[in-house]
């Protein structure tokens, strides 16, 4: 079949090149940007008197009857067509006739492609931001039901100061909320229509840019033609965004994969969202959390492939750049596909606060404030220092806590130590004096809580 560009060449390929070129079999997903930004060019073509108005009218019907026999399942895409733009100009020029050949007029597949793949990304990036701001308000839930129950903070997976679950889970949300942040920002460097810079020099028509993307909901225009059709830094930063937070949603995994494991049992995942063994039946695997922890990878390699694809381009448009949309595509509906299920296994995750306040105490988190307590009596530091640590070393040889040993006991190391020791010790204490912002206290949390709300509306 002879291509719709044929001219100074016959327009005929093989078959193994054709399909080898053929980009519809991953790009016909962006069919309504297509056509919209075609309504949106016909209508610019007819207000110019490029075209006449009558024939903008009738390719912005025909468009519309596209669109709509295709969303209802009465147009299927033809796979000979070499991509989506053709598929459509062909679909309008077999309904429409020598009408349906003035679409073109003014612009080339360059800038076409440019426009598309803008436009579907500004909607996938609308759609992760409400998938994040989801998550962002379960986590946040789940932090405020949680907001005094005691766990171990660690560090080197090491047992360190006493914090709150909530606290630990507002950490979390602080992470995502800077992802929207960064979706918003990359989003308002997306939205710059590059239609009307054409193959690479622009057009001798009379064409408004402005008007054209004023009406497919773009802030400007890309100020330079050759820019225009050549540049997909939006696409890396998106890329980069969704690599970002696919880190944080990673990192979230891999804590729950520990807490819901028999060593920590600090949390348990609803059976929905865990699966069983084939050969052990005592099995409740976390592979949703696991599965998300994979494919992380995934989309850092999506990332370093068009990084690599556009590091040797020389501007403007080269087919290389084709190859951005299959990294892009696969990227957008893993993070989404991740997302939809990790905010339902966090709102319906329960925790068991009685497993993390025995690994609280167990871990002798609150040693820092049993010296704290003797150098508030008189006693030097270092002093103080070692005898918390010669206590600590008894309630492991002697399977106890700091909490459970009697006055008695204390007095062995030191008379200074009375009755108010076990307030100061208590790891509710513990908590409620870290009073700094930011900090662990439950009003701090409850202070966290109110500015994530506040900021995720």
Known sequence: MAKMWAGVTAGQTEKIA???????HFDSRMYKQDILGSMAHAAMLGKQGIILNSEAETLISGLADILDDIENDKL???MDCEDIHMFIEQELTNRLGDIGKKLHTARSRNDQVALDIRMYLRDETDTIIDY???????VTDKAEEYKDSIMPGYTHLQRAQPITFGHHLMAYAMMLL?????FLDMRRRMNLSPIGSCALAGTTYETDREFEAEKLGFDGICKNSIDGVSDRDFVVEMLSC???????????SEEIILWSSWEFKFVELLDSFTTGSSIMPQKKNPDMAELVRGKTGRV?????????TLKGLPLAYNKDMQEDKEAIFDACDTVKMCLAVFEPMIK????NTVNMKKAAQKGFINATDLADYLVKKGLPFRSAYKISGQLVAKCIKEDKVLENLTLSEYKEFSEL???DLYKEIDLLTCVEKRISKGGTGIKSVEEQINYVKQKNN
């Open 178 to 182: 800077r992802d929207v942040d960064r």
């Open 76 to 78: 299927q895409f033809d």
């Open 348 to 351: 319906t995750m329960k925790a």
């Open 242 to 252: 969704m690599a970002i937070l696919m880190m944080h949603l990673s990192r979230f």
């Open 417 to 419: 130590f009375e009755e």
């Open 132 to 138: 994040i701001r989801k998550l962002i308000a379960s």
């Open 18 to 24: 054709d399909d080898f070129n053929s980009s519809i």
């Open 300 to 308: 850092y390699g999506d990332l370093m492939a068009l990084l690599t």
